[in-house]
């Protein structure tokens, strides 16, 4: 249900956008970011979505498609790409929005548009040296095991392999995301602290000034709970996810699919959710069409 709710979310944001795109022949550098941040977490979760499916109505087609470890680099691939545009997004609202006397973001704030674009090909860079790695490790590990297994005085078994490249993936995963995630972190502190900041300079001056009375203190509030609810869906999703893959090999495949399907369903789509309802362009767009789809129904 998540998943289907999610390829809905996404797809509209990119769908929404890529109108938009067609139609004024220019996107602004957020809607170029949340474009590709929906696309990613689109094609993430379209992609489980049609593994949960193929499990249970062709079991034959599902595990034909599960080796060489297909699925483990699809996914490795897909959720990488989708937390470093994430924590893209957040470098975004950090620079744009805080306020900070520091020259580092007097050097970025002008220019931070044209460097957009070499961010998300950073962000596929980094994605996709992280998926390279994984599958020449994954692809190693594959050829030992089975010279170890040939070797009568050392047999291996399935279930040790399964735990071997439970490791490798929690490793690879755990190496691959930390960088992101970083980031992320980084900029969401830094963001919450400049409006923290602004928001008691504000008081500050109503105190003082009685007459004073600042209407964006409520606005300011707001987009610190979202910053906060951001981090904390972000490090939630990580940290599930991370779980999630070092318990793998103990589950059947029915669980495995559960587990996982759980575990990177919720934050997508609560987090594009909310960036759908704090967008006047794409709220406005989705309330447009709830009320088109009430009135069919009735």
């Known amino acids: 249900m998540q998943l289907s709710a999610g390829v809905i979310a996404n797809g509209f944001i990119v769908g929404l956008n890529c109108i938009y795109w ?89 220019k931070l548009s044209k460097l957009v674009p070499w961010l998300l090909l950073g962000s596929l860079l980094h994605s996709l040296i992280t998926t390279v790695v994984f599958t020449f490790v994954s692809y190693f590990f594959e050829i030992t095991s089975r010279n170890f297994t040939d070797h009568p005085s050392r047999n291996i078994t399935i279930t040790d392999k399964r735990k071997n490249l439970a490791k490798i993936v929690f490793l690879i995963h755990s190496i691959g995301s930390g960088f992101p995630l970083s980031l992320f972190i980084a900029s969401s502190g830094l963001l919450i602290l400049s409006l923290w900041k602004h928001i008691r300079k504000m008081n500050l001056n109503s105190d003082f000034n009685p007459s004073f009375r600042n209407p964006s203190t409520e606005a300011h509030l707001r987009a610190i709970k979202s910053v906060l609810s951001f981090l904390f869906l972000y490090i939630m999703y990580f940290a599930v996810s991370t779980v999630t893959i070092g318990i793998l090999s103990h589950f059947t495949d029915e669980w ?37 789809a009430n009135c069919c129904f009735r």
């Open 22 to 110: 067609v139609k004024f022949r220019t996107l602004t550098s957020y809607d170029m970011i949340l474009t590709s941040l929906a696309f990613s977490r689109f094609c993430l979760q379209l992609f489980l979505s049609l593994n949960n499916f193929l499990y249970k109505f062709d079991p034959d087609i599902f595990y034909a498609f599960q080796t060489p470890n297909l699925f483990l680099v699809v996914w490795i691939f897909m959720n990488q790409v989708s937390l470093c545009f994430a924590s893209c997004l957040s470098v975004f609202y950090c620079v744009k929005i805080a306020t900070f006397n520091l020259s580092v973001f007097n050097w970025l704030k002008p």
């Open 256 to 292: 495995k699919i559960i587990m996982f399907s759980f575990g990177v369903a919720a934050y997508p789509f609560v987090h594009s959710t909310i960036l759908i309802l704090g967008n006047p362009k794409l709220k406005q767009a989705s309330a447009k069409i709830l009320h088109s």
